[in-house]
């Protein structure tokens, strides 16, 4: 027999050795996995920057477990439009803990989901959030959002309104705010910058001053890395993100060519929130972590690996945090009249972008 | 079986169609003058490609040297397996230097013909080989000038251009993030259209439609597809005649700026893997993942291709594997997703659904690039030995395994080649980053550029490793004795 036979044989019967072997371990998993599943983990439910090596998980979780008998688990699901989906179309999915619940949302995740009361809190929350805290979510880091741009590639306005006469055209690299939540509070931002102060004049006014708008976009990406990208690679002088970024350029690459442009409207804020859901199985251990993420450690890790601000007022952060310019900050008060009304709003936008 | 294979293909659909429960009727959005933009997109977008895949391939014929084509052919296959973005930002980076990027209709295009043009050369290369060379020959002697010949060729083999055209129309078609982003405001797609009222809106009953509209719609197109010709002759001496070096030179010129502006920041992304020892770990997971899941592809795609040979001639299965695109990305992910929870499962067996999930989704566009064509060249014979009276088994494994074994083969690396790109899919499966594509997309989403560069080639070259394994097995001669 030849070589090549030889080893077209044993290709073949490598092959059906291997997927025999997989089918009889499936077959003996599948009655062992929900046990295993049930053992002692704790699923968490994250997103991707979260979890990854440089972000502030895999400490969090380090910690944390040296206090619990349990495993922490992290599931990365992508952002709260898809964990609500996915909880939507499979609401017996295993998750003890979700993470990342964006402030504009809520009211949207809990008509899908129902979740468990948190208990009561003695943490100290910086003044900014202290109207924007609930009973079933507890935010644990946040971050005013504006525009960000490099020194001398766009002129500085101080207004949305100043913006539409000075910046050039296709300028701005922006998130979709239909599949993106920092492209929802862009949204929201743009909303709200309208100098009328009557909610029903600025939803009358929106069409007209997307129409405006419109020209100075350079485009809408599906996610905030799709635009940060834009903007990196100096495609767009402008993009819409945290204040926060400008820690990691100034920090990480000691480039502070990385600046924020402050609005007299004020910046809204994105709230990241964590919920146990009422289908959870490891309750109290989950109750228990996001008690821990409002901890002075682990809120002092979120600021330095998450890029964040913490939720609490007593926490020491590095010099660099010092240095992010004070912002005027939005108030809540339309922020009911926008979530309610968040579909109509985005078929305006979506015909007049 | 055939019934069974169609079934298999199309339930994700239907698995999503149950988990939903409801329907909404397609034309209850704007969805008119989304599907005219994105026809008028996807048509432009082929017609581009299968004419700049001709002329590639004019290029490819005139690299005499086998080992150099074939590294050429893997070098120019690669924009059709970087993700978009990747592609998107070299070639944004490329028109800075000289003016700006055409964004709207014709940038859309632009990256669409980019991505797929070198697949095309590749198998235009292929096409031209097996059946151009007694035209080239006719034409060489009745004094036509190259470029006539060309043309003369490009038009004998209508029914393989029309072929191609339909599978990058498929793709760009179904396109997602590259009319979002370099659309401008004419960027709306079906598949944005059917992302959005999943995630967007959570009706998933109008999704569910938009995804069936979009699948009868290109079914129904693919009725334009031809049957190919039959292979005549291998005569590549004869091709020289319409080879074109400059054309080499353009392409390879092309790809060189493109991947060498995805290149971007490589050095820096290396050493900080270097100087991390849990990023070094994860890299070296997934490295693991990314090798296990190409394998588990390319062991799919050769059952499945077996299959299909097996099962050949079958007309239902031949019409249904030319027409059928699979639901999209979203559909498809949230079907196994919602049917497998990674949780508590070990990493191979969420591979393995992964995998599952990539086959459902690229057989189909691997059987238009090369099976389609393949197995119609065996018709004839196949009818003979059925006169002959010889029973399936045997036909197959006398008569088509032989002579497809190669062919099989290709398309199994190719399979895992595209797999070793995957993050869409894989992202709505698996809960961590177990494979190199899901660890580079996570560090793009977290700023980090550069150290995504390093782990995206380190992915690549893991695709084209497999790649080279398939291609070098579909080398060994298969006994075709009985």
């Known amino acids: 027999m030849s070589g090549k036979k030889l080893a077209l044989i044993l290709f073949f019967i490598a092959m059906v050795v291997f997927a025999a072997g997989l089918v009889y371990r499936f077959s003996q998993l599948k009655s062992q996995t929900i046990e295993r599943a049930k053992a002692a983990n704790l699923i968490v439910f994250a997103n991707s920057s979260f979890i990854d090596a440089y972000g502030p998980g895999l400490d969090l979780k380090a910690e944390f477990e040296k206090s619990c008998v349990c495993t922490v688990e992290y599931v990365d699901v992508g952002g709260s439009s898809e964990v609500i989906?996915?909880?939507r179309l499979d609401p017996s999915r295993r998750v003890d803990v979700i993470l990342g619940l964006d402030y504009l949302q809520l009211k949207r995740i809990s008509e899908v989901i129902t979740f468990q009361k948190l208990p009561a809190t003695d943490i100290p929350f910086v003044p900014e959030i202290k109207d924007r805290l609930w009973v079933q979510f507890r935010a644990y880091d946040w971050s005013p959002m504006g525009f960000i741009y490099r020194k001398g590639e766009v002129p500085v306005v101080s207004s949305l309104q100043e913006a539409l006469t000075k910046w050039p055209a296709r300028s701005v690299s922006l998130q979709d705010p239909t599949l993106s939540?920092?492209?929802?509070?862009?949204?929201?931002?743009?909303?709200?910058?309208?100098?009328?102060?009557?909610y029903a004049d600025k939803r009358k006014n929106l069409p007209a001053r997307l129409d405006n708008w419109k020209g100075l976009v350079h485009s809408y990406s599906p996610s905030w890395s799709g635009a940060y990208g834009i903007f990196r690679n100096k495609q767009a002088p402008l993009t819409y993100s945290y204040l926060t970024s400008l820690i990691y350029h100034w920090q990480q690459e000691g480039d502070r060519s990385y600046q924020f442009m402050p609005f007299a409207e004020g910046h809204p804020l994105h709230i990241e929130y964590a919920a146990v859901p009422e289908t959870c199985w490891n309750c109290n251990e989950a109750k228990r972590f996001v008690e821990f993420l409002g901890s002075a450690w682990a809120q002092k890790t979120l600021a330095e690996k998450n890029f964040m601000l913490?939720?609490?007022?007593?926490?020491?952060?590095?010099?660099?945090?010092?240095?992010?310019?004070?912002?005027?900050?939005?108030?809540?008060?339309?922020?009911?009249?926008?979530?309610?009304?968040?579909?109509?709003?985005?078929?305006i936008w979506k015909a007049h972008r | 079986m055939a019934w069974f294979l169609i079934i298999f293909f199309i339930s994700p659909a239907i698995l999503v169609l149950?988990?939903?429960?409801?329907?909404?009727?397609?034309?209850?959005?704007?969805?008119?003058?989304?599907?005219?933009?994105?026809?008028?997109?996807?048509?432009?977008?082929?017609?581009?490609?299968?004419?700049?895949?001709?002329?590639?391939?004019?290029?490819?014929?005139?690299?005499?040297?086998?080992?150099?084509?074939?590294?050429?052919?893997?070098?120019?296959?690669?924009?059709?397996?970087?993700?978009?973005?990747?592609?998107?930002?070299?070639?944004?980076?490329?028109?800075?230097?000289?003016t700006g990027f055409p964004f709207g209709f014709w940038g859309v295009v632009l990256v669409h013909a980019v991505t797929y043009t070198g697949l095309l050369s590749v198998a235009w290369r292929r096409l031209l080989e097996s059946k151009a060379a007694p035209m080239v020959e006719l034409s060489a002697i009745?004094?036509?000038?190259?470029?006539?010949?060309?043309?003369?060729?490009?038009?004998y083999l209508r029914p393989e251009a029309q072929n191609l055209f339909y599978l990058v129309f498929a793709a760009a078609f179904t396109s997602f993030s590259i009319p979002l982003i370099v659309g401008g405001h004419r960027g709306e797609t079906l598949d944005v259209l059917i992302y959005r009222a999943?995630?967007?809106?959570?009706?998933?009953?109008?999704?569910?439609?938009?995804?069936?509209?979009?699948?009868?719609?290109?079914?129904?197109?693919?009725?334009?597809?031809?049957?190919?010709?039959?292979?005549?002759?291998?005569?590549?001496?004869?091709l020289r005649l319409i080879s074109m070096p400059l054309a080499?030179?353009?392409?390879?010129?092309?790809?060189?700026?493109?991947?060498?502006?995805?290149?971007?920041?490589?050095?820096?992304?290396?050493?900080?893997?270097?100087?991390?020892?849990?990023?070094?770990?994860?890299?070296?997971?997934?490295?693991?993942?990314?090798?296990?899941?190409?394998?588990?592809?390319?062991?799919?795609?050769?059952?499945?291709?077996?299959?299909?040979?097996y099962l050949f001639p079958s007309a239902v299965l031949h019409r249904f594997l030319i027409g059928y695109v699979a639901p999209s990305t979203a559909i498809t992910g949230l079907a196994l997703g919602a049917f497998y929870d990674p949780v508590g499962w070990p990493r191979t067996y969420t591979l393995f659904i992964m995998s599952v999930g990539f086959v459902l989704l690229i057989y189909p566009a691997l059987y238009r690039l090369r099976g389609a064509a393949s197995l119609h060249m065996l018709q004839k014979q196949m009818e003979q030995a059925q006169v002959l009276g010889l029973s399936r088994w045997e036909r197959f494994r006398t008569v088509s395994l032989p002579q497809l074994w190669s062919e099989i083969l290709f398309t199994a690396g190719v399979g895992a080649f595209w797999a070793s790109g995957d993050f869409a899919l894989g992202r709505m499966i698996s809960g961590q980053d177990i494979t190199l594509a899901l660890l580079a997309q996570t560090l793009l989403g977290g700023y980090r550029y550069e150290v995504a560069t390093v782990v995206m080639w380190c992915s690549l070259l893991t695709g084209v490793f497999l790649f080279l394994i398939c291609e070098s097995m579909g080398r060994i001669k298969v006994p075709a004795c009985r």
């Not at chain 1, 939540?181 to 009557?198: E, Q, R, S």
């Not at chain 2, 009745?142 to 038009?155: E, H, I, K, S, Y």
């Not at chain 2, 290396?270 to 070296?284: A, D, E, G």
């Not at chain 2, 190409?294 to 795609?301: K, L, P, R, S």
Request: charged share 10%; hydrophobic share 55%.
């Open chain 2, 248 to 309: 080499a030179s353009f392409f390879l010129t092309l790809n060189i700026l493109i991947i060498g502006f995805s290149f971007l920041g490589f050095s820096a992304g290396l050493t900080k893997i270097l100087s991390h020892t849990l990023l070094l770990q994860n890299l070296l997971l997934g490295l693991g993942g990314s090798l296990l899941q190409g394998t588990f592809v390319a062991t799919f795609v050769f059952f499945l291709s077996c299959l299909v040979v």
């Open chain 1, 181 to 198: 939540a920092p492209g929802l509070v862009w949204f929201y931002h743009f909303l709200m910058a309208d100098p009328a102060t009557d």
């Open chain 2, 198 to 238: 999943a995630f967007g809106q959570g009706n998933w009953g109008l999704a569910v439609s938009l995804s069936c509209l979009q699948m009868l719609l290109l079914f129904l197109l693919s009725f334009f597809a031809k049957a190919p010709s039959m292979a005549v002759a291998n005569w590549p001496r004869h």
């Open chain 1, 310 to 347: 913490p939720v609490r007022a007593d926490v020491v952060l590095p010099d660099v945090f010092k240095e992010l310019p004070k912002l005027k900050l939005m108030g809540t008060e339309h922020v009911e009249n926008f979530v309610n009304e968040r579909q109509t709003l985005l078929d």
């Open chain 2, 18 to 98: 149950f988990r939903v429960g409801q329907f909404q009727s397609p034309f209850s959005v704007d969805v008119g003058a989304v599907l005219f933009q994105n026809l008028l997109q996807a048509v432009t977008s082929a017609g581009v490609s299968v004419v700049l895949g001709f002329v590639g391939a004019c290029g490819l014929l005139s690299i005499s040297k086998y080992s150099w084509r074939r590294l050429f052919e893997i070098f120019v296959m690669l924009p059709g397996v970087l993700p978009p973005l990747f592609v998107l930002l070299a070639l944004l980076n490329g028109f800075a230097l000289f």
């Open chain 1, 85 to 87: 989906e996915k909880l």
């Open chain 2, 142 to 155: 009745d004094g036509a000038r190259p470029w006539m010949t060309r043309v003369l060729v490009f038009q």
